[in-house]
């Protein structure tokens, strides 16, 4: 009886201390921080240069390359569900020089040949190295506009869908002009991204709702 007074108390104090082990666990050092859109899987898109389409009349000696098209049923563009810019407002985005290239909200790279998407933003701010662009911000003011070897304007001419309308893009060079029908939110600028000495004219169309967007380039 004795000894099981002395091995009971034994007993409930081994059980007391049945507790998990802490345990230190060594991490490897801290990498130095890049920019995550670096390391991203980047989706590339190739240009379809010459581009011909009933919606564009070309009476000059320039030609026509569609850079991205991802608006369902518009110059036989499709939707892409893996492009998204993560905005309510797509002409708030900024066009920034950026890498070599111009960079559009944060995450579409445009250069010479071809353009990279990435599902990450890079970390710049809005304000470095923004180009100008030429629109009415859906005021329907039909903006008339000068660039370096010649002219245009942006005229509205119905609405597309509640956050769109369309407008008609004329391009005056001294050979000839092009026109572009019924662009969606068109806005234009001019950049020399070949770095030939030639400034190319860039128009974008896009739609809010959708995140859908079109690029346009004429060049000599």
Request: aromatic content about 6%; overall charge positive; glycine content about 8%.
């Given at each position: 009886m004795k000894l099981f007074?002395?091995?009971?108390?034994?007993?409930?104090l081994c059980s007391c201390n049945n507790k998990p082990n802490k345990v230190t666990e060594t991490l490897p050092p801290?990498?130095?921080k890049t920019q995550v859109a670096t390391i991203d899987t980047a989706l590339i898109f190739n240009y379809q240069t010459n581009f011909v389409d009933r919606n564009i009349i070309n009476k000059?000696?320039?030609?026509?390359d569609l850079l991205f098209n991802g608006v369902k049923g518009y110059l036989g563009g499709q939707s892409i569900s893996n492009v998204?810019?993560?905005?309510?407002?797509?002409?708030?985005?900024?066009?920034?020089e950026f890498k070599g290239g111009l960079l559009f909200g944060k995450r579409l790279l445009i250069t010479a040949e071809k353009i990279k998407y990435y599902k990450n933003n890079f970390d710049i701010p809005d304000t470095i190295n923004r180009i100008n662009t030429f629109s009415d911000e859906r005021?329907?003011?039909?903006?008339?506009f000068n660039f370096q070897d010649?002219?245009?304007?942006?005229?509205?001419?119905?609405?597309?869908?509640?956050?769109a309308d369309f407008n008609k893009v004329r391009l005056t060079f001294p050979k000839g002009e092009i026109i572009i029908d019924s662009l969606i939110n068109a806005s234009f600028f001019e950049y020399d991204l070949d770095a030939d000495g030639q400034n190319e004219q860039y128009l974008f169309g896009y739609r809010n709702c959708n995140q859908e967007m079109v690029i346009l380039r004429t060049r000599k």
């Open positions: 007074i002395y091995i009971t108390p034994l007993l409930i801290e990498q130095p000059s000696d320039r030609k026509v998204s810019f993560r905005t309510e407002c797509m002409g708030c985005q900024s066009i920034q005021e329907r003011t039909n903006p008339k010649g002219k245009g304007s942006i005229k509205y001419i119905g609405i597309s869908c509640n956050d």
